[in-house]
C-alpha cells in the first residue's frame, strides 16, 4: 500500500486555500473551511461614503481590530488599578489632588479619576461591543448555513491537495466507496456520496468554538457593566451584643454603581452579633497565627421575617436575597463606665471599638464621652481618651505592643484631655481620633500629660477630682462587608465557557477527506483518498493514513488478486503485476 504524502501547493499558499493556476480546480472543496468573512480590497477610485462607511464597517467587525480594542480596554484598566478612583475612595483621591500640583489637574482632565466611567473607555467598552456583535452574526448565519450543508464534493486533482495516497485494488468502486462511507460516518465524519467519490468532513466544534468564544466574552462584557452599574458595598463594624439593619445610614462607608438606588435596591434584613470567637495557633513557629474566625449572627429577612441563626465565617459569607455578608475583620472593644465629679455615671459600660495595629492585634482609639459630664466646677464639659490597648500584655517594663492575639492579659492605657471635642460643629469627624484642637490635657503632678495604665476591674482617678473611669472589660467586635453584584454568575458562565471556546477552536482541527474510486484503463480499481485542512497540521495526514490503512484491509492491493484475467500482458506474455504507488502533491520531492 502507499504511504500518506504530504506537500506544499506550487506557491506555498496554506492549507485549505486553493493555489494559483492549476489549484483553482479545488473550487468548493477548498473554500468555506471557516466562517472567516471573506476580504475585499477597496476599489479607492469608487468610493464614495457608502464605500468608506462599508470599509470602515469592515476593519470594526474585523479580528484584528478586535483583539487591538480588547488589548486598548486591557491597557485602560490599568490606571484605574495605579490611580486613586473617586468611586472607591475620594478621600485619598483628594489626598492625591492636593500634594500633585500638576498630576492633578491632568489626571482630572483625562478622566483617571475615573477610569471605567470616563469617555475613552467607555468608547473603547462600546465599540469592542459593536466589533464582536458585528464579527459573531455574519458568521453564526454562515456556520448554520454549513451545518445544514453537506461535504463539497472531490476536487478534479486530488494529487494536488497536501495529503494524498493512492491504490489500485480488485473490488468494484461501488464497493469501495461503500466501505468508505461506513468507515467516515463510524469515525463521526459528515460523509455523502457525490459522484464517483465519498466526501466526508468533520471538526465543526473548532468553528462552534470559535462562535463560543466570542458569544462568551459579549456575555463577559453585559455581565460586567451590569455588575458596575447596579453593584453595592458596604463595610459594618459591630461590636458583640450590636446589629445591624440594611439601610444607608447603618453603613460605616458605602459605595454603589451609577443606577444603583439605595432607597429601593438594597434588600432588606438585619442582623444581630451574637459572639465572635477566634482561635490562635499557641506555639511554633506559626505561633498567633488565627486558626478559627467565627461570628455568629442572628438574622432575619425583609420586616417581619423569622429570626434565624447562622455562624459567618471567613470566605464562607451569608446569604440574604442577592446580597452576601462577609466576615472580613476583627478586634477588641474595651467596656469603660465614666463617673463625673460628682460621681453621677456619664458612661455606663459602654464598649468603645479600637482599630488593630499589627497581626497580635495591638489596637489603638478614641474614647468620647460627648454629653452629660460635668466638672468639679460644675460646667459641662466633654471627655476624650486616647486609648492604647494590648490583649496580652509582657508585664512590668515590657513594650507597648501585644505578645498574643487572644486576650490573655489585657490591658489598657489611657491618656486624658477635657475640653470640646468638635463633633457638634456639623462637620464629620473620625471616632478613632480624638480633635485636639479645643481640647486640654489633664495634667499629672510633674505638670506632664495624665495617663495610665489599667487592668480589667482597674480605675483611673481624674485630676483634681474630675471624675474617674473604670476598665470593666472587653468584648470583640467584627468587620462586615455587605455586597450584592449583580450578573457575577453570568460573567461566571461567560468566562468559562470562553475558556472552552477558546480551547475547542485552538486544539480541534476542521479538516475534509475524499475517497474516490474509478475503473481504471486496465479494469482495475483506483483508489484515491485526500485529506485538507484547514491550516498545516500534521494530524490530517495522519488521520489519512489511518484511514486508509483500515480501507485497504477491505479493498487489498490488486496484487492480491488471485487471477486478473483481464489486465494487459507484457512482452513475456506473464501478467503485469499491479503496483501500489505514490502520487506526491506538488512541492514534494519526487
Same mark, same amino acid.
Given at each position: 500500500?502507499?504511504?500518506?504524502?504530504?506537500?506544499?501547493?506550487?506557491?506555498?499558499?496554506?492549507?485549505?486555500?486553493?493555489?494559483?493556476?492549476?489549484?483553482?480546480?479545488?473550487?468548493?472543496?477548498?473554500?468555506?473551511?471557516?466562517?472567516?468573512?471573506?476580504?475585499?480590497?477597496?476599489?479607492?477610485?469608487?468610493?464614495?461614503?457608502?464605500?468608506?462607511?462599508?470599509?470602515?464597517?469592515?476593519?470594526?467587525?474585523?479580528?484584528?481590530?478586535?483583539?487591538?480594542?480588547?488589548?486598548?480596554?486591557?491597557?485602560?484598566?490599568?490606571?484605574?488599578?495605579?490611580?486613586?478612583?473617586?468611586?472607591?475612595?475620594?478621600?485619598?483621591?483628594?489626598?492625591?489632588?492636593?500634594?500633585?500640583?500638576?498630576?492633578?489637574?491632568?489626571?482630572?482632565?483625562?478622566?483617571?479619576?475615573?477610569?471605567?466611567?470616563?469617555?475613552?473607555?467607555?468608547?473603547?467598552?462600546?465599540?469592542?461591543?459593536?466589533?464582536?456583535?458585528?464579527?459573531?452574526?455574519?458568521?453564526?448565519?454562515?456556520?448554520?448555513?454549513?451545518?445544514? !450543508?453537506?461535504?463539497? /464534493?472531490? @476536487? %478534479?486533482?486530488?494529487?494536488?491537495?497536501?495529503? &494524498?495516497?493512492?491504490?489500485?485494488? =480488485?473490488? +468494484?468502486?461501488?464497493?469501495?466507496?461503500?466501505?468508505?462511507?461506513?468507515?467516515?460516518?463510524?469515525?463521526?465524519?459528515?460523509?455523502?456520496?457525490?459522484?464517483?467519490?465519498?466526501?466526508?468532513?468533520?471538526?465543526?466544534?473548532?468553528?462552534?468554538?470559535?462562535?463560543?468564544?466570542?458569544?462568551?466574552?459579549?456575555?463577559?462584557?453585559?455581565?460586567?457593566?451590569?455588575?458596575?452599574?447596579?453593584?453595592?458595598?458596604?463595610?459594618?463594624?459591630?461590636?458583640?451584643?450590636?446589629?445591624?439593619?440594611?439601610?444607608?445610614?447603618?453603613?460605616?462607608?458605602?459605595?454603589?454603581?451609577?443606577?444603583?438606588?439605595?432607597?429601593?435596591?438594597?434588600?432588606?434584613?438585619?442582623?444581630?452579633?451574637?459572639?465572635?470567637?477566634?482561635?490562635?495557633?499557641?506555639? !511554633?513557629?506559626?505561633? /498567633?497565627? @488565627? %486558626?478559627?474566625?467565627?461570628?455568629?449572627?442572628? &438574622?432575619?429577612?425583609?420586616?417581619? =421575617?423569622? +429570626?434565624?441563626?447562622?455562624?459567618?465565617?471567613?470566605?464562607?459569607?451569608?446569604?440574604?436575597?442577592?446580597?452576601?455578608?462577609?466576615?472580613?475583620?476583627?478586634?477588641?472593644?474595651?467596656?469603660?463606665?465614666?463617673?463625673?465629679?460628682?460621681?453621677?455615671?456619664?458612661?455606663?459600660?459602654?464598649?468603645?471599638?479600637?482599630?488593630?495595629?499589627?497581626?497580635?492585634?495591638?489596637?489603638?482609639?478614641?474614647?468620647?464621652?460627648?454629653?452629660?459630664?460635668?466638672?468639679?466646677?460644675?460646667?459641662?464639659?466633654?471627655?476624650?481618651?486616647?486609648?492604647?490597648?494590648?490583649?496580652?500584655?509582657?508585664?512590668?517594663?515590657?513594650?507597648?505592643?501585644?505578645?498574643?492575639?487572644?486576650?490573655?492579659?489585657?490591658?489598657?492605657?489611657?491618656?486624658?484631655?477635657? !475640653?470640646?471635642?468638635?463633633?457638634?460643629?456639623?462637620?464629620?469627624?473620625?471616632?478613632?481620633?480624638?480633635?485636639?484642637?479645643?481640647?486640654?490635657?489633664?495634667?499629672?503632678?510633674?505638670?506632664?500629660?495624665?495617663?495610665?495604665?489599667?487592668?480589667?476591674?482597674?480605675?483611673?482617678?481624674?485630676?483634681?477630682?474630675?471624675?474617674?473611669?473604670?476598665?470593666?472589660?472587653?468584648?470583640?467586635?467584627?468587620?462586615?462587608?455587605?455586597?450584592?453584584?449583580?450578573?457575577?454568575?453570568?460573567?461566571?458562565?461567560?468566562?468559562?465557557?470562553?475558556?472552552?471556546?477558546?480551547?475547542?477552536?485552538?486544539?480541534?482541527?476542521?479538516?475534509?477527506?475524499?475517497?474516490?474510486?474509478?475503473?481504471?484503463?486496465?479494469?482495475?480499481?483506483?483508489?484515491?483518498?485526500?485529506?485538507?485542512?484547514?491550516?498545516?497540521?500534521?494530524?490530517?495526514?495522519?488521520?489519512?493514513?489511518?484511514?486508509?490503512?483500515?480501507?485497504?484491509?477491505?479493498?487489498?492491493?490488486?496484487?492480491?488478486?488471485?487471477?486478473?484475467?483481464?489486465?494487459?500482458?507484457?512482452?513475456?506474455?506473464?501478467?503485469?503485476?499491479?503496483?501500489?504507488?505514490?502520487?506526491?502533491?506538488?512541492?514534494?520531492?519526487?
Amino acid at each position: 500500500m502507499s504511504k500518506t504524502t504530504t506537500g506544499k501547493t506550487p506557491t506555498d499558499t496554506p492549507a485549505g486555500a486553493p493555489a494559483a493556476g492549476e489549484d483553482q480546480d479545488l473550487g468548493a472543496a477548498g473554500s468555506q473551511l471557516s466562517t472567516a468573512p471573506k476580504e475585499e480590497a477597496p476599489n479607492l477610485p469608487s468610493l464614495g461614503v457608502v464605500g468608506w462607511g462599508r470599509w470602515f464597517w469592515r476593519q470594526l467587525t474585523s479580528m484584528r481590530v478586535a483583539l487591538l480594542l480588547l488589548l486598548l480596554l486591557s491597557l485602560g484598566a490599568i490606571p484605574g488599578s495605579l490611580i486613586p478612583q473617586s468611586g472607591v475612595d475620594e478621600m485619598k483621591v483628594e489626598e492625591f489632588r492636593e500634594s500633585h500640583d500638576v498630576l492633578g489637574p491632568l489626571y482630572d482632565k483625562l478622566g483617571l479619576f475615573h477610569v471605567y466611567s470616563s469617555v475613552w473607555f467607555s468608547a473603547i467598552y462600546i465599540l469592542l461591543f459593536v466589533s464582536l456583535i458585528g464579527c459573531i452574526v455574519p458568521r453564526t448565519w454562515q456556520f448554520v448555513g454549513q451545518l445544514r !450543508g453537506r461535504p463539497p /464534493g472531490a @476536487p %478534479r486533482r486530488l494529487d494536488r491537495l497536501p495529503a &494524498y495516497t493512492t491504490w489500485r485494488t =480488485g473490488a +468494484e468502486p461501488e464497493q469501495v466507496r461503500e466501505a468508505a462511507l461506513t468507515l467516515l460516518k463510524k469515525r463521526r465524519f459528515r460523509a455523502h456520496t457525490v459522484g464517483d467519490a465519498v466526501a466526508a468532513e468533520k471538526g465543526y466544534v473548532r468553528e462552534a468554538g470559535n462562535l463560543v468564544f466570542h458569544i462568551a466574552l459579549i456575555v463577559m462584557l453585559i455581565a460586567f457593566a451590569w455588575g458596575q452599574l447596579f453593584k453595592y458595598e458596604g463595610n459594618k463594624l459591630i461590636v458583640e451584643g450590636d446589629g445591624f439593619s440594611n439601610t444607608l445610614t447603618q453603613y460605616d462607608d458605602f459605595k454603589s454603581g451609577n443606577l444603583f438606588d439605595p432607597d429601593h435596591d438594597l434588600a432588606p434584613f438585619s442582623f444581630t452579633l451574637k459572639n465572635f470567637h477566634g482561635t490562635y495557633e499557641p506555639s !511554633g513557629p506559626n505561633r /498567633g497565627t @488565627p %486558626r478559627i474566625y467565627e461570628a455568629t449572627v442572628d &438574622y432575619s429577612e425583609g420586616a417581619y =421575617g423569622e +429570626e434565624k441563626s447562622t455562624t459567618i465565617e471567613v470566605n464562607q459569607p451569608l446569604e440574604i436575597d442577592g446580597s452576601k455578608v462577609y466576615l472580613v475583620s476583627h478586634g477588641y472593644a474595651p467596656v469603660l463606665t465614666v463617673r463625673d465629679a460628682k460621681g453621677n455615671v456619664v458612661m455606663d459600660k459602654e464598649a468603645t471599638a479600637l482599630l488593630p495595629l499589627d497581626s497580635n492585634v495591638t489596637s489603638s482609639g478614641a474614647v468620647m464621652v460627648r454629653d452629660g459630664y460635668r466638672n468639679a466646677k460644675g460646667e459641662k464639659e466633654q471627655l476624650g481618651f486616647n486609648a492604647f490597648f494590648l490583649p496580652t500584655y509582657g508585664g512590668e517594663g515590657s513594650t507597648m505592643l501585644s505578645t498574643f492575639p487572644a486576650l490573655a492579659n489585657p490591658m489598657l492605657a489611657l491618656s486624658a484631655y477635657h !475640653g470640646d471635642l468638635g463633633v457638634d460643629a456639623g462637620f464629620a469627624k473620625s471616632i478613632y481620633q480624638l480633635d485636639k484642637t479645643n481640647l486640654e490635657e489633664f495634667k499629672d503632678s510633674d505638670g506632664e500629660l495624665f495617663k495610665k495604665q489599667l487592668g480589667i476591674g482597674e480605675t483611673m482617678t481624674l485630676p483634681n477630682g474630675a471624675g474617674t473611669v473604670t476598665f470593666d472589660g472587653v468584648k470583640e467586635w467584627a468587620g462586615f462587608q455587605v455586597t450584592e453584584q449583580p450578573a457575577s454568575g453570568w460573567a461566571l458562565a461567560g468566562s468559562v465557557a470562553a475558556i472552552l471556546g477558546l480551547a475547542g477552536s485552538l486544539f480541534i482541527q476542521r479538516r475534509r477527506v475524499w475517497v474516490r474510486a474509478v475503473k481504471g484503463a486496465d479494469g482495475v480499481t483506483v483508489v484515491e483518498m485526500a485529506g485538507l485542512g484547514r491550516s498545516e497540521s500534521a494530524k490530517v495526514p495522519e488521520e489519512l493514513g489511518d484511514l486508509a490503512g483500515i480501507l485497504y484491509e477491505q479493498a487489498p492491493d490488486a496484487s492480491d488478486v488471485p487471477e486478473a484475467h483481464d489486465a494487459p500482458k507484457n512482452d513475456d506474455d506473464t501478467p503485469d503485476s499491479p503496483d501500489t504507488h505514490v502520487v506526491p502533491a506538488e512541492g514534494a520531492e519526487k
